[in-house]
């Protein structure tokens, strides 16, 4: 029979698994995979004997197919659950199917791996719920869909972020990290499927003295141009950030309005993967090495970075998750030194490429949606006081709340967090919130672009904690992603015991302008900030 | 001869709007500072420059 199953219940039983997979090498991703199962509980496995992977296939079909010592082209596929199967594996086939399905409905289906026939890289591909939380903080897989798979008569699920191992006989770490970002994209938004030898294909067009200097070709590494090709032809409009070298220092620097922490918290905040560039972190390494970032670990505490007081929602991360082809899934890159619960040999300082594979449509960077918000909120600000008199008799319990915002705006206490969404989620978001009344009726009736940037504004005692629920959000601005230097981004903009919304003037014709509109607000208050998947 | 209008507006309660048609209020026609585009220029002169040093870096 294909299927086979084992109850995980000793060190024996795991370390028996592991040669199972991997029976004459020491695999670091296989044994941080295999750790982090057992820390999530696994208590059963399920196998897959003879599983035909569409991935490995085409792999097989690109290379392995074709060398002389033969290969096979099944795989396995290994399902692990935090429950004793014994029972349920005992019964009637249509009980099996029933209860299988219960059990993933419950969350006790934690993922899968599938193992390909190549001892050198088992493994093709994987996808396991959120890794366990270190004390007093919260890990968040943010770059995350719906994998279902199909064993014996059940469908089950498993929500995560996709990981593959290189198989440095024909890729290296910049394919897997291509593959793990546009995997993500074809399971939660219908993206192309592309396998990793279409990435490679897909990056030597036209081909290049790198690409040449490995056989197969690309195998030894892609260029960052190499990648963007590849990216491009997987229908995503990559954006690069990168850091300076520095010729006196001989080390690289990013510039102070663009840490890397932060730019790699509002993208992954807005469920967008980031390829992260890193240099060599020890004498001993010698290659530059490209992870995948799709979530973060959150602590009650902000580390303040910006020397102008901007502080944002990246400034309570201690860790990004990040998918490293050679080392595991999920994994803890630290983001200041000392931190406890690393996983990594590299740290953000380590950081000097980012590449953001953005849906098409979006013009304009997080970065510049979030200055364009912190400039309306330094104007509301300086015109606070003439605001209040004005308005005095309409703001009533709001007039309080903008006395507190605008003295904490002054103590620099204000924190911004910056994502990408869709305007209808936008709308579907407030009319669910906690907000006024008059928010949700501006949201209501907004017209607004297919993208939006949202940026989230807070006191650094409303943003202190760890679970997302608790946060409060006292402002946000709305900014049109479709946007650029050329025209008005703003759409909504809310800040204390006022609602501003900026609707095109049709009657204004040809170049017709935004004009704005502004809402008085009674008796305002915070609301919930968005929490993902909710 | 004008079509007539299909349907009825969406009515919902009143909200007290202000314009620029009251233009002693103050709060509206508030423009992106100077500061704020010079800024924004900068973050994006940044990318380009990261695009143009990036090119031949080998990540394996």
């Given at each position: 029979m294909d299927i086979r199953w084992a109850r995980l219940d000793d060190d024996a039983t795991w370390?028996?698994?592991?040669?199972?997979?991997?029976?004459?090498?020491?695999?670091?991703?296989?044994?941080?995979?295999?750790?982090?199962?057992?820390?999530?509980?696994?208590?059963?496995?399920?196998?897959?004997?003879?599983?035909?992977?569409?991935?490995?296939?085409?792999?097989?079909?690109?290379?392995?197919?074709?060398?002389?010592?033969?290969?096979?082209?099944?795989?396995?596929?290994?399902?692990?659950?935090?429950?004793?199967?014994?029972?349920?594996?005992?019964?009637?086939?249509?009980?099996?199917?029933?209860?299988?399905?219960?059990?993933?409905?419950?969350?006790?289906?934690?993922?899968?791996?599938?193992?390909?026939?190549?001892?050198?890289?088992?493994?093709?591909?994987?996808?396991?719920?959120?890794?366990?939380?270190?004390?007093?903080?919260?890990?968040?897989?943010?770059?995350?869909?719906?994998?279902?798979?199909?064993?014996?008569?059940?469908?089950?699920?498993?929500?995560?972020?996709?990981?593959?191992?290189?198989?440095?006989?024909?890729?290296?770490?910049?394919?897997?990290?291509?593959?793990?970002?546009?995997?993500?994209?074809?399971?939660?938004?219908?993206?192309?499927?592309?396998?990793?030898?279409?990435?490679?294909?897909?990056?030597?067009?036209?081909?290049?003295?790198?690409?040449?200097?490995?056989?197969?070709?690309?195998?030894?590494?892609?260029?960052?141009?190499?990648?963007?090709?590849?990216?491009?032809?997987?229908?995503?409009?990559?954006?690069?950030?990168?850091?300076?070298?520095?010729?006196?220092?001989?080390?690289?620097?990013?510039?102070?309005?663009?840490?890397?922490?932060?730019?790699?918290?509002?993208?992954?905040?807005?469920?967008?993967?980031?390829?992260?560039?890193?240099?060599?972190?020890?004498?001993?390494?010698?290659?530059?090495?490209?992870?995948?970032?799709?979530g973060h670990n959150v602590g009650a505490k902000l580390h303040p970075t910006s020397p102008s007081g901007t502080h944002t929602r990246a400034d309570f991360c201690q860790y990004f998750l990040v998918n490293d082809d050679q080392r595991g899934i999920g994994l803890r890159m630290p983001l200041r030194p000392g931190l406890p619960h690393e996983q990594t040999p590299y740290s953000i300082k380590d950081v000097v490429y980012l590449i953001i594979p953005l849906p098409s449509k979006v013009y304009i960077p997080a970065e510049s949606a979030e200055r364009l918000a912190w400039d309306f909120l330094d104007r509301y600000c300086t015109e606070w006081p003439a605001l209040r008199q004005a308005y005095q008799s309409k703001l009533g319990a709001s007039a309080m709340m903008g006395d507190d915002f605008v003295q904490a705006k002054t103590g620099k206490k204000i924190v911004a967090r910056t994502y990408l969404t869709y305007g209808w989620r936008y709308r579907q978001r407030m009319i669910k919130n906690t907000c006024s009344d008059t928010i949700k009726e501006v949201a209501l009736k907004a017209h607004l672009p297919r993208y939006v940037w949202v940026t989230e504004f807070g006191t650094e005692s409303s943003f202190s904690h760890v679970d997302g629920d608790a946060i409060r959000v006292l402002a946000h601005a709305v900014s049109d992603a479709t946007s650029s230097n050329f025209e008005e981004a703003r759409c909504i903009v809310h800040a204390p015991g006022f609602i501003w919304h900026w609707r095109h003037d049709g009657n204004a014709q040809p170049y017709a302008r935004s004009v704005d509109v502004m809402y008085l607000i009674s008796d305002d208050h915070a609301y919930k900030m968005k929490v993902r998947g909710k | 001869m004008p079509r007539e209008t299909f349907g009825e507006a969406l009515k919902r309660p009143p909200q007290e709007e202000i314009t620029a048609k009251d233009s002693t209020k103050p709060g509206l026609g508030w423009k992106v500072s100077d500061e704020a585009r010079r800024e924004i220029e900068e973050i994006e002169a940044n990318i380009r420059a990261a695009a143009q040093r990036s090119g031949s870096v080998v990540l394996g």
């Amino acid at each position: 029979m294909d299927i086979r199953w084992a109850r995980l219940d000793d060190d024996a039983t795991w370390e028996n698994l592991r040669k199972e997979i991997a029976p004459r090498r020491d695999i670091e991703s296989l044994n941080a995979i295999l750790t982090q199962l057992r820390e999530l509980g696994a208590k059963s496995v399920v196998i897959e004997a003879r599983y035909y992977d569409r991935d490995f296939s085409a792999e097989f079909s690109a290379f392995y197919s074709k060398v002389f010592t033969p290969y096979s082209k099944s795989c396995r596929r290994f399902h692990f659950f935090n429950v004793d199967l014994s029972a349920v594996l005992a019964g009637a086939p249509t009980q099996i199917a029933a209860k299988l399905e219960e059990i993933s409905e419950h969350h006790d289906y934690l993922g899968f791996i599938v193992v390909r026939p190549i001892e050198h890289a088992p493994i093709g591909r994987a996808v396991m719920g959120a890794p366990k939380s270190p004390p007093d903080s919260h890990s968040d897989i943010l770059v995350r869909s719906r994998f279902d798979t199909h064993v014996l008569g059940a469908t089950l699920s498993v929500v995560g972020a996709p990981f593959t191992q290189q198989d440095s006989r024909i890729a290296a770490c910049a394919q897997a990290s291509i593959w793990m970002a546009c995997r993500h994209f074809f399971s939660r938004h219908g993206g192309p499927w592309i396998s990793t030898a279409y990435i490679t294909d897909a990056a030597s067009k036209p081909t290049d003295h790198v690409l040449s200097s490995a056989l197969p070709a690309g195998s030894a590494g892609l260029t960052v141009d190499n990648m963007l090709r590849a990216l491009r032809a997987a229908g995503r409009e990559p954006l690069i950030y990168g850091a300076q070298f520095d010729q006196a220092s001989q080390h690289f620097a990013w510039p102070a309005a663009m840490q890397p922490h932060t730019v790699i918290d509002r993208y992954i905040d807005s469920g967008i993967p980031v390829i992260i560039g890193l240099l060599p972190w020890q004498p001993n390494v010698t290659i530059w090495h490209a992870v995948t970032a799709v979530g973060h670990n959150v602590g009650a505490k902000l580390h303040p970075t910006s020397p102008s007081g901007t502080h944002t929602r990246a400034d309570f991360c201690q860790y990004f998750l990040v998918n490293d082809d050679q080392r595991g899934i999920g994994l803890r890159m630290p983001l200041r030194p000392g931190l406890p619960h690393e996983q990594t040999p590299y740290s953000i300082k380590d950081v000097v490429y980012l590449i953001i594979p953005l849906p098409s449509k979006v013009y304009i960077p997080a970065e510049s949606a979030e200055r364009l918000a912190w400039d309306f909120l330094d104007r509301y600000c300086t015109e606070w006081p003439a605001l209040r008199q004005a308005y005095q008799s309409k703001l009533g319990a709001s007039a309080m709340m903008g006395d507190d915002f605008v003295q904490a705006k002054t103590g620099k206490k204000i924190v911004a967090r910056t994502y990408l969404t869709y305007g209808w989620r936008y709308r579907q978001r407030m009319i669910k919130n906690t907000c006024s009344d008059t928010i949700k009726e501006v949201a209501l009736k907004a017209h607004l672009p297919r993208y939006v940037w949202v940026t989230e504004f807070g006191t650094e005692s409303s943003f202190s904690h760890v679970d997302g629920d608790a946060i409060r959000v006292l402002a946000h601005a709305v900014s049109d992603a479709t946007s650029s230097n050329f025209e008005e981004a703003r759409c909504i903009v809310h800040a204390p015991g006022f609602i501003w919304h900026w609707r095109h003037d049709g009657n204004a014709q040809p170049y017709a302008r935004s004009v704005d509109v502004m809402y008085l607000i009674s008796d305002d208050h915070a609301y919930k900030m968005k929490v993902r998947g909710k | 001869m004008p079509r007539e209008t299909f349907g009825e507006a969406l009515k919902r309660p009143p909200q007290e709007e202000i314009t620029a048609k009251d233009s002693t209020k103050p709060g509206l026609g508030w423009k992106v500072s100077d500061e704020a585009r010079r800024e924004i220029e900068e973050i994006e002169a940044n990318i380009r420059a990261a695009a143009q040093r990036s090119g031949s870096v080998v990540l394996g």
